[in-house]
């Protein structure tokens, strides 16, 4: 009887222990399905497109990168993120540069800079949120003054130029145009320039002098047309600073030879605009054909030629208008490559003191490239600051979000309106504001300058055309984007003789800003671009 009642007790025990054990898996079995139904929710940082993944917790961890996040959201959507443990989540990523909008709208493609990580999964939601932009203003703000000082840093630095692979008559006499340069005669006066615009007068003009007399220039017949060596596809409109050049450059007798060891510079004659427009493939949000394209020709012109490798690329260049071409050049190939670029952008790719910032010029007709120049003295000029456009980027709506809120009656702050109502602004106002769209160039500078009208650059990091030999700010205004609430109260705080002092500057820097049909004048546009060039390349002979 003991023994039956033990084996009783023995099986009731195991029992116990198998509804426990039965118990415990389910239990594990419920959390488990728990936990992976959690559906981890990602936020895109909008800076630099990072992909953050968001766990719900009452702490936010204080980690130096989520400070900035959090505090970058705050800045850029006007509303506090939650509180949460943010952790970063490894993904693939591609340079993809930007998201581009479909060709042909406005300036074609105007985009940011950024980077693109593959997207994870995104629960969905039945709200319909807001769409926002990824550009926001610079966490870096280089002044004109600190680009002053980069460009003398590098342009007096030997280890920031590269020794040729074997020496050359030319390599000397670049050497003889920086020494002469250098030690130019003093030029107290000259009737054709305005010693005030310039930093140095006596060094421009003896750089452009040696220019003139020394400077030759090979072109590539290599090169597919329309994208190479065809500018009438290109003559007007935002890009046609890409068209006019090359033209005026392909047709120039003063400057090129048919004999490629006697130039200083080689040309690479492309459109950038029209490489967009032959090669990209609409909503695609690629442009890998587009860089392979020209790295191909890239490969061309060296398997054809040894003058590439001689110097590593250092004294080639192009000019590109396309907001694309930064990207589309960066690196690679084109390290040391001189880029003539009208999206120049100190804070991302241009390389201060190698490359040029080319003028966006914006041209209704070939036949008159320069339009109606000129406008009203400074006594009718009775508008304080005017500004019309597009509201690209994330200027621009600050811009006429703070005059149409509280408008003032000196400031006419618009959006688009008629093209002659827009010159006979320009011509009647003392400032015109010229404010970034999706990139930093805009065509409203020398737009400004033609119609005498004082710049106002609102813009941060634009590198603007020939700094190298202009002081810009004797002659235009550059306002920090962050200080647009405050644009009128810096205006008139400019003292009247002040004012009247940089509009006379205006026009007498606008023969630097003029296309010419048939032959280039002398200082105009055409050969600012090339002393540009020529003055960044002597520059980088040691």
């Given at each position: 009887m003991d023994h039956q009642n033990r084996v009783l007790r023995l099986m009731g025990q195991a029992g116990t222990c198998r509804v426990l054990l039965l118990m415990v898996m389910v239990v594990a079995i419920v959390l488990g399905l728990q936990y992976f139904e959690l559906t981890p929710i990602f936020i895109v940082s909008p800076g630099n497109g990072t992909v953050f993944r968001v766990t719900e917790s009452n702490n936010i961890t204080k980690s130096a990168e989520n400070e900035t996040f959090l505090a970058s959201q705050e800045a850029s959507t006007g509303f506090?993120?939650?509180?949460?443990?943010?952790?970063?989540?490894?993904?693939?990523?591609?340079?993809?540069?930007?998201?581009?909008?479909?060709?042909?709208?406005?300036?074609?493609?105007?985009?940011s800079s950024s980077l693109h990580s593959l997207p994870p999964k995104i629960p969905q939601s039945n709200k319909k949120h807001e769409k926002r932009s990824t550009k926001k203003r610079p966490l870096v703000v280089i002044s004109i003054t600190q680009m002053n000082n980069m460009i003398m840093k590098r342009h007096s630095n030997p280890n920031n130029s590269l020794a040729p692979k074997w020496g050359s008559k030319v390599d000397k006499e670049l050497k003889t145009a920086r020494n002469n340069i250098k030690n130019a005669d003093l030029v107290k006066k000259d009737d054709t320039l305005y010693a005030p615009?310039?930093?140095?007068?006596?060094?421009?003009?003896?750089?452009?002098?040696?220019?003139?007399?020394?400077?030759?220039?090979?072109?590539?017949?290599?090169?597919?047309?329309?994208?190479?060596?065809?500018?009438?596809?290109?003559m007007e409109g935002v890009y046609a600073s890409e068209g006019w050049f090359m033209k005026q450059m392909e047709s120039s007798s003063r400057f090129l030879t048919k004999d490629p060891t006697k130039a200083h510079l080689f040309?690479?004659?492309?459109?950038?605009?029209?490489?967009?427009?032959?090669?990209?493939?609409?909503?695609?949000?690629?442009?890998?054909?587009?860089v392979k394209y020209l790295r191909d020709y890239i490969d061309l012109i060296v398997s054809n030629y040894p003058f590439w490798n001689r110097t590593s690329g250092s004294d080639h260049f192009f000019t590109a208008c396309h907001d694309w071409a930064p990207a589309e050049t960066r690196g690679g190939p084109y390290m040391n490559c001189i880029r003539s670029l009208c999206n120049a952008d100190v804070g991302k790719d241009f390389v201060v003191g190698k490359d040029v910032s080319l003028p966006t010029t914006k041209i209704s007709s070939a036949?008159?490239?320069?339009?109606?120049?000129?406008?009203?003295?400074?006594?009718k000029r009775t508008i304080l600051a005017f500004f019309a456009?597009?509201?690209?980027?994330?200027?621009?709506?600050?811009?006429?979000?703070?005059?149409?809120?509280?408008?003032?009656?000196?400031?006419?702050?618009?959006?688009?309106?008629?093209?002659?109502?827009?010159?006979?602004?320009?011509?009647?106002?003392?400032?015109?504001?010229?404010?970034?769209?999706?990139e930093v160039n805009s065509p409203r500078?020398?737009?400004?300058?033609?119609?005498?009208?004082?710049p106002v650059i609102?813009?941060?990091?634009?590198?603007?055309?020939?700094?190298?030999?202009?002081?810009?700010?004797?002659?235009a205004v550059f306002v920090p984007e962050k200080e647009i609430p405050n644009l009128r109260k810096i205006l008139i705080s400019i003292p009247l003789r002040r004012y009247v002092e940089m509009q006379r500057r205006v026009l007498?820097?606008?023969?630097?800003?003029?296309?010419?049909?048939?032959?280039?004048?002398?200082?105009?546009?055409?050969?600012?671009?090339?002393?540009?060039?020529?003055?960044?390349?002597?520059?980088?002979?040691?």
């Open positions: 506090k993120p939650f509180n949460s443990t943010v952790v970063f989540k490894n993904l693939e990523h591609k340079f993809l540069n930007d998201s581009p909008k479909a060709p042909g709208q406005d300036r074609g493609n105007e985009t615009l310039y930093h140095n007068l006596s060094a421009f003009k003896r750089s452009y002098e040696l220019m003139e007399q020394t400077l030759k220039v090979y072109v590539y017949s290599e090169g597919d047309r329309p994208i190479f060596h065809q500018p009438e596809a290109i040309y690479l004659a492309f459109s950038s605009r029209i490489l967009q427009q032959k090669l990209y493939v609409r909503e695609s949000h690629r442009r890998t054909n587009l036949q008159k490239p320069n339009g109606n120049v000129g406008g009203n003295r400074p006594s456009g597009s509201l690209h980027g994330y200027v621009r709506p600050i811009l006429l979000n703070r005059w149409s809120s509280t408008p003032e009656p000196d400031m006419k702050i618009f959006n688009r309106i008629d093209h002659k109502s827009y010159i006979g602004f320009m011509k009647r106002s003392r400032f015109c504001v010229c404010a970034k769209g999706y500078v020398v737009e400004s300058i033609l119609y005498g009208c004082v609102i813009s941060d990091n634009i590198v603007p055309p020939f700094f190298e030999v202009l002081d810009w700010e004797s002659f007498k820097v606008q023969q630097h800003f003029m296309w010419h049909d048939g032959e280039p004048v002398r200082y105009d546009i055409f050969h600012m671009i090339l002393h540009s060039v020529w003055y960044n390349r002597v520059f980088q002979t040691f």
